[in-house]
């Protein structure tokens, strides 16, 4: 009995290292974002406030912008979570190996929480927010989805895994060591080459 109970912790602790993998993490965040607004959009009609006087409440608002109803054009509006999905996954490619908490956390909320309005807008052309927090004037407010807190908190995470990566680098190889100089060099070098042609 003991020996099952010793074996079976091992398979528990790599059952929940899988669970934090980005990939997984991701389709979580995307399938509750997109469970969420279809809830929305079925029990509130468009403008609909839900209690109506309240601070915070539920509103079905369909919202033509990005982020946290930022203004954009349809076309910026597809490609930026298009281009910010590719520097997430390249980051995250280069770096799954020290099977960072912070990484794979991060890029999971980040990319699940960007295919989620990316997915509304493809869909609908609009992406569907419903989670309004209304100020104690009541004059202004501002209106969200749970797609919106995962990317907020993916970029969180994930710009506190780049610092930690830094303060590590620097610490190895001393505090004169710039660890941008790298990249600034091999820039340089392929500008160089291109003027040589």
Known sequence: MGSL??????GVSRLWQRLEKAPLLALAALLLDQCTKLAARTCLSEGEAVPADARLR???VANPGI???TPASSLVSLLIPVAMILVA???YWRFRRQESTLLGIGTGLFVGGTLGNLADRV???KV??????VSSGGDSSMV???ADLCILAGIVLLEAFVIRLIIRVIMKRGLRYNPFKPACVWVIRRGSRGKGR
Do not use: K, M, W
């Open 89 to 91: 996954a390249v980051l």
């Open 123 to 125: 869909f609908y052309e």
């Open 5 to 10: 109970a010793e074996g079976s912790a091992p």
């Open 128 to 133: 569907t927010d419903f989670i309004e927090v």
């Open 67 to 69: 982020l946290f109803g």
């Open 58 to 60: 539920l509103t079905n």
């Open 144 to 146: 969200f989805n749970l």
